[in-house]
């Protein structure tokens, strides 16, 4: 799934400054809060905007600004920083509302989701109440754009914990250079916060450095790296150091700033992608955007150049942003798991229950606790802690919240109420048309029967193996797994099939050629003086393009991998060269959008060019029909039908290029689209097996079932001799040949 990655909204401890000794709210702070958690919801519920995920970035120099602020300010005034008062004020912040979403979170993951996916989130939900989420996402390669397992509800807690680990360290950091500046004869707290500004300084722009060359090498250790990040909360934390220069600037200075700030923002949301260098330098946009609003705000008594984020829709917003992203995405990741499709109902829904359990989330546990007296060291009404006018004030906001949280709920009933009708009713067997099925094999029409039977399916069959053992088996058996790596090839050791072979079959390209392996393999150990030898290679689409990957490494063995496959083949000469690639979109390295049809079949053609004279046969085996990803939709509470989708329209036309590609090369072109699917419909099982173990990967029982099939095709075609004929004869050109220990 596309999830841009999440931001935090408003984990930011106060959300006051002080000014002139008093202690006010920041409109135009309580706007970006507002801005930045409203498109971070909209992209992780509607995939708009592309850059909503920039929300994290303003979050974390809002959150560097306000913590270094209140810090600064309790030393100028006490001449020191109490630790103890400022962890105390984190939990009180922080903990309450994230445990009770975690909790939550997990007894609803408990309900829904299969025992396999519930463990993982309850993993997850371990390391996000003790602040390590991210590292454990970056250790387990979660990639935020192109997850291919199941997203987890509790991913979106990276950024607290990101923020919770830099906490850890800078209150230490910035007494301790306060500490040896106030000892200088100079170290008043103007030179304190020159200092302190110079040192988070250059901490950033060592981070900004990590991050940038982390981005390039390792980009989902960049993206959920406290050291990656340390520079966008520093970024707040210097321009909280420079607060007293920032309130000398000129009023009509003020809106330029401010607008040119928003503007970068904006321009954030529709520049930045998936495919941007992120966090660095792409990241630069809504930091740099967040800083000029904030700079502009700092030292101003009104902000009335700022009506879209200071008006009052704004500021109740930002006031709710913590709850709001606490709840948005279990909400959506769960409810995604109970709505069979993404239409009305799921966006009308999901919105309303976020919006509700944020509303209740911040006036019955967020705010209460943040102004109770828990952790405090002192009693309710202790002398100092409570007048008769904080009572009045506190009370007449619990009231306005609760008139709040009783429209929002009123609101979510009328959305709920008014979204049932747009959907029907859940059919809980798929209705075919009907279509005479065409003129296929006995081995297809075997398939074929077995499919309509399971779209007919309302209850789950005994299957073997079960659902969930299949989608956390292995890809393809130990052997074709361990020839599948990046490392140098080992013809001997990749090759199975007759002792005696005299002919020979390669089976090359990424991991869905693994996956077919297994199949072909089967059938050409059943026929006669064949071996079949595995070059393909996980990760390693067998183009002439280099393709993006998570792992840059993993980019510049691919290219290497591909060079011995094709020195390989050339030296091999092998009968049959059989190419299997993933349908999904390839992005070429250096370049942000995928590759064309066109442009795949070209890179295809390139690299069969350079060993075609060397070999027989070329096939071209398509990849499973791309449909519902059954690590997503299969849950406790799905039937079939919820794992039961249509090919998506890409696989067609990737097809349809690669049946023109073959027919140009005079090479053979094979679907498997009615071993899979018909009438446009695929069943995740089939007589009692499982399908697919996730979006493109066969499961290996589906692989040898479909054996016959394959072997019929090859047949058919006259690559292998039919059981009823002889055999056929043997090419005149002679062929290099390895010595070969077969399995």
């Known amino acids: 799934m596309h999830t841009a990655p999440p931001s935090d909204p408003a984990h930011t401890g106060p959300r006051r400054e002080a000014a002139s000794g008093r202690t006010r709210i920041r409109p135009d702070i309580q706007g970006l809060r ?97 602040f390590y989420a991210n590292r454990r996402f970056a250790a387990i390669g979660t990639d935020y754009f192109r997850a291919n397992v199941p997203v987890s509800p509790l991913q ?16 230490a950091v910035m007494l301790l250079v306060l500490t040896l500046v106030a000892k200088q004869p100079n170290g008043g707290p103007a030179q304190a916060r020159l200092c302190a500004g ?41 321009l909280a150091c420079a607060a007293p220069l920032c ?61 879209p984020l200071t008006n009052p829709v704004s500021g109740y917003l930002g006031n709710i942003s913590y709850s709001l992203y606490l ?32 509303v209740f989330s911040y006036h019955l546990i967020e705010d209460p606790v943040r102004r109770s007296s828990w952790l405090s060291g002192q009693r309710a009404g202790a002398a100092g802690t409570t007048t008769p006018d904080r009572k009045a004030a506190h009370e007449t906001a619990r009231r306005a919240g609760f008139q709040r949280a009783a429209i929002a709920a009123g609101l979510t009933a009328v959305l709920a109420t008014g979204a049932v009708p747009l959907v029907p009713e859940h059919a809980r067997a798929i209705e075919l048309a009907g279509k005479e099925a065409p003129a296929v094999s006995d081995e297809t029409a075997i398939l074929q029967r077995q499919i309509r039977s399971a779209l007919e399916k309302e209850d789950w069959p005994q299957l073997e193996p079960s659902m969930d053992e299949a989608m956390n088996g292995p890809l393809a058996s130990g052997e074709i797994s361990a020839c599948g790596g990046t490392g140098r090839l080992d013809i001997r050791e990749c090759t199975w099939g007759d002792p005696d072979a005299t002919r020979r079959a390669v089976v090359v390209g990424d991991s869905i050629a693994m996956s077919w392996t297994s199949t072909a393999r089967d059938v050409f150990r059943s026929a006669d003086g064949w071996a079949v030898t595995s070059l ?42 059989i190419i299997s690639n993933t349908y999904e979109p390839r992005i070429p390295a250096g370049r942000d959008e995928p590759m064309s049809p066109e442009e795949w079949k070209d890179s295809t053609q390139e690299i069969v060019s350079r060993f075609s004279d060397s ?129």
């Open 536 to 577: 393909a290679s996980s990760g390693c689409t067998f183009t002439d393009t280099l393709v993006k990957n998570p792992s840059p490494r993993l980019v510049a063995a691919c290219e290497g991998r591909k060079a011995q496959a094709v020195e390989a083949i050339t030296r091999l000469r092998p009968e049959v060269v």
């Open 34 to 130: 507002a801005l930045a958690v409203v498109v971070v919801v909209l992209d992780h519920l509607i995939g708009w905007p592309s850059g909503g995920f920039i929300g994290v970035d303003i979050f974390f120099v809002i959150s560097g600004f306000l913590i270094t602020g209140l810090l600064l300010r309790e030393y100028e005034k006490a001449g020191r920083i109490s630790f103890g008062n400022f962890y105390r004020r984190r939990i009180k912040r922080i903990i309450p509302a994230s445990l009770v979403v975690i909790v939550v979170t997990l007894l609803g993951a408990y309900a829904i989701f299969r025992p396999s996916r519930f463990h993982g989130t309850a993993q997850d939900g371990v390391a996000a109440a003790l």
């Open 615 to 743: 070999v027989g046969s070329v096939i071209f085996l398509s990849p499973p029909p791309l449909t519902t990803d059954i690590q997503t939709c299969y849950s406790k509470i799905a039937d079939p039908s919820f794992c039961a989708g249509q090919i998506d329209a890409q696989w067609h036309t990737f097809a349809t290029a690669e049946q023109e590609l073959a027919a140009e090369l005079g090479a053979l072109y094979v679907s498997p689209e009615l071993w899979f699917c018909t009438e446009n419909w695929c069943p995740s099982f089939i007589g009692n097996t499982p399908v697919m173990r996730d979006l493109v990967h066969m499961t290996p029982q589906f692989q040898t079932k479909l054996v016959p099939a394959l072997r019929h095709e090859l047949e058919n075609h006259a690559i292998l001799e039919s059981r009823q004929s002889s055999p056929r004869e043997s090419r005149d050109q002679p062929r290099e040949r390895l010595p070969l220990p077969y399995s």
């Open 198 to 238: 110079l040192i988070i300084g250059l901490i950033s722009v060592a981070s900004f450095a990590w991050a940038f060359r982390e981005t390039q090498t390792s980009p989902t250790q960049a993206y959920f790296s406290t050291f990656s990040r340390g520079w966008e909360l520093g970024a707040g934390t210097a």
């Open 327 to 358: 709840w948005h995405f279990p909400v959506i990741i769960i409810g995604g798991a109970v709505f069979l499709g993404r239409g009305p109902v799921f966006y009308l829904g999901c919105a309303a229950a976020m919006i509700l359990l944020a």
């Open 156 to 171: 979106h807690f990276w950024s607290l914990s990101v923020e919770e680990q830099f906490y850890f360290v800078w209150p």
């Open 247 to 307: 309130s000398r600037l000129a009023a009509r200075v003020r809106p330029l700033l401010a607008w040119l700030g928003i503007g970068l923002m904006v321009a954030g949301l529709f520049l930045v992608d998936s495919s941007s260098a992120f966090p660095a330098p792409w990241a630069l946009l809504p930091v740099l955007g967040a800083v000029l609003v904030i700079l502009a705000g700092t030292g101003a008594d009104r902000h009335r150049f700022l009506l």
